[in-house]
């Protein structure tokens, strides 16, 4: 990823919002957790503004941990 790219995406105003709104996980463990406890098809992600864990209804292939 280009340097100026990832600035852009570090300072997405919208994104970070985004990012706010979410429930943020302290591992990737725990998102599994609740997403299994939620019974829905959920996956989890590292969020690289907050570096928190998050959930999404979108499948993560790059999802690590």
Known sequence: MARNE?????????RQARCLSKVRYES????R???E?????????RCPHCGFWHLTKKRVPHAAG
């Open 33 to 35: 957790k609740r997403a």
């Open 28 to 31: 990737a463990r725990i998102a």
């Open 6 to 14: 990832k600035q852009r995406r570090e300072f997405d105003p919208e």
């Open 37 to 45: 406890a939620r019974g829905l098809p959920l996956y989890h992600y």
